[in-house]
């Protein structure tokens, strides 16, 4: 027998590789619920950047939703519970196989492996070949960081998020105001431009500096997560072909037993 005295540890070898997978499936599913349940995940997850201004502990904060208009949070926690749900049943398949000697039960598990590795490969290949064509300067962003800083200088005396946004938005960048710069802050004689304004930014806007600060941001943002993305997808699909080949050697382990008993 070619198996014979490596049988049960081949068997045991593909016991452990699903126990592991099934582990990484509750991670997995735990963080999903994590996610849709605590209100407070977003921020661990949407959030683009924090940035300090230099002369004051003020914050800067972009989050994905924001720029895309989209609920990040929820799309990633509905992903990974239906991922987690898969990987725990594919993985539980595999134990009842290695552990009841089933070739039938090890096939299912071979082709489940295959078509998580295929999907898995093509993500990550997706996700490496798409980081470096991430285009975040569009008309739609344009408007909305345009609206956010417009809206922004109308309530700065009325507003103190207002006032706190466009302070750190004008000393960050240098710049004053929206449309008009500093005259949109004069109303008569009684208002001037804020003291966050500098004598010497006060005819440049911040309009488009604050556009191009948020899509480059963005940018970045994406290319940094499609890289993780990539680079999880593919390492996770590089261990389940170790899981594959310990599958089908058992597979043929368990056959060759078969026949030998038979014989």
Request: include cysteine; aromatic fraction near 12%; charged fraction near 15%.
């Amino acid at each position: 027998m070619a198996f014979g005295s490596c049988f049960s540890c081949i068997k045991y070898s593909v016991f452990l590789f699903n126990f592991l997978l099934w582990l990484l499936g509750c991670s997995v599913l735990a963080v999903g619920v994590w996610l849709l349940m605590d209100d407070n995940a977003g921020r661990y997850v949407e959030q683009l950047t924090t940035s300090t201004t230099s002369s004051e502990d003020e914050l800067l904060i972009i989050s994905y939703s924001q720029v895309t208009g989209s609920n990040l949070t929820s799309t990633l926690a509905y992903l990974f519970i239906a991922f987690g749900c898969v990987i725990v049943f594919v993985a539980f398949i595999g134990c009842c196989g290695a552990v009841r000697e089933s070739q039938c039960m090890l096939g299912t598990f071979f082709i489940s492996l295959f078509i998580v590795f295929a999907i898995l490969l093509g993500i990550g290949i997706w996700a490496f070949v798409e980081r470096n064509d991430v285009d975040a300067h569009t008309i739609e962003l344009q408007r909305l960081t345009n609206n956010m800083v417009r809206n922004a200088v109308r309530n700065y005396y009325a507003d103190p998020e207002s006032e706190k946004f466009m302070d750190s938005v004008q000393r960050r960048f240098r710049c004053c105001g929206a449309d008009n710069a500093g005259g949109d802050y004069v109303r008569g004689s009684t208002q001037e431009p804020p003291a966050s304004c500098d004598m010497a930014y006060q005819r440049r806007s911040c309009i488009p500096v604050y556009f191009r600060y948020v899509g480059n941001t963005f940018e970045d943002f994406m290319q940094d997560r499609l890289l993780v993305v990539a680079g999880v997808a593919i390492g996770i699909a590089g261990c389940l072909v170790l899981g594959m080949i310990a599958t089908l050697l058992l597979c043929c382990a368990v056959r060759e037993r078969i026949w030998s008993t038979n014989a």
